[in-house]
């Protein structure tokens, strides 16, 4: 009802009609230039925004209580806490992300964020700072690697990556180089 508002000016500037077709307003021209009709549209867009304003409110409420609870919201957990030490642990020892996620049958997303979780758990301080004060930039195809770091070590780790853009390289390699360069400076 609020685009109503935002919709009127224009269809009386043009000459248009907005008829009510069915129900309690039925026959009723929306778009008529009365001040009957202009109160009537400006009710309605209040009954409707304290509607809107009343459900989010009740959610908010709804959710403090669950959470006051010890409920758990949103979507379960891809991994439980098991799966997700072994994920760690597998990780540690070299495994792929894309490996642990076909291996646990979830998406490598999900595989990433336990790493994540566990990293900013279980990292040191530096280690959380670094995280926190961080920009995520992937690398480019078939090179996918997220840092999220500050901008420095992503510059320090383009430079390590330098024999990616050779002439001897692959064409893959190069564009992965390339496209790594391109967030880096995107990001600045």
Same mark, same amino acid.
């Given at each position: 009802?609020?685009?109503?508002?935002?919709?009127?000016?224009?269809?009386?500037?043009?000459?248009?009609?907005?008829?009510?077709?069915?129900?309690?307003?039925?026959?009723? #021209?929306?778009?008529? #230039?009365?001040?009957?009709t202009k109160m009537m549209v400006n009710v309605l867009a209040a009954v409707l925004e304290?509607?809107?304003?009343?459900?989010?409110?009740?959610?908010?409420?709804?959710?403090?209580?669950?959470?006051? /609870?010890?409920?758990?919201?949103g979507r379960p957990a891809s991994l439980d806490p098991d799966q997700a030490a072994k994920?760690?642990?597998?990780?540690?020892?070299?495994?792929?992300?894309?490996?642990?996620?076909?291996?646990?049958q979830v998406d490598p997303k999900a595989i990433r964020r336990v790493l994540d979780d566990?990293?900013?758990?279980?990292? #040191?301080?530096?280690?959380?700072?670094?995280?926190?004060?961080?920009?995520?930039?992937?690398?480019?195809?078939?090179?996918?690697?997220?840092?999220? /770091?500050?901008?420095?070590?992503?510059?320090?780790?383009?430079?390590?990556?330098?024999?990616?853009?050779?002439?001897?390289?692959?064409? /893959?390699?190069?564009?992965?180089?390339?496209?790594?360069?391109?967030?880096?400076?995107?990001?600045?």
């Amino acid at each position: 009802m609020a685009d109503i508002l935002a919709l009127r000016p224009v269809l009386i500037r043009r000459g248009l009609h907005l008829r009510v077709e069915s129900g309690l307003l039925s026959g009723i #021209d929306l778009a008529s #230039d009365d001040p009957g009709t202009k109160m009537m549209v400006n009710v309605l867009a209040a009954v409707l925004e304290f509607q809107r304003d009343m459900i989010s409110e009740n959610t908010r409420e709804g959710v403090a209580v669950a959470e006051a /609870a010890g409920k758990t919201l949103g979507r379960p957990a891809s991994l439980d806490p098991d799966q997700a030490a072994k994920v760690v642990e597998a990780f540690g020892e070299g495994t792929a992300v894309k490996a642990l996620a076909r291996q646990h049958q979830v998406d490598p997303k999900a595989i990433r964020r336990v790493l994540d979780d566990h990293l900013l758990a279980s990292g #040191d301080e530096t280690v959380r700072t670094a995280l926190a004060s961080g920009r995520t930039i992937r690398r480019g195809q078939g090179h996918s690697l997220r840092i999220t /770091a500050p901008l420095e070590l992503h510059r320090t780790a383009l430079q390590q990556a330098v024999a990616l853009a050779t002439e001897s390289s692959s064409s /893959a390699e190069r564009k992965a180089h390339r496209v790594y360069a391109t967030r880096i400076t995107a990001a600045t």
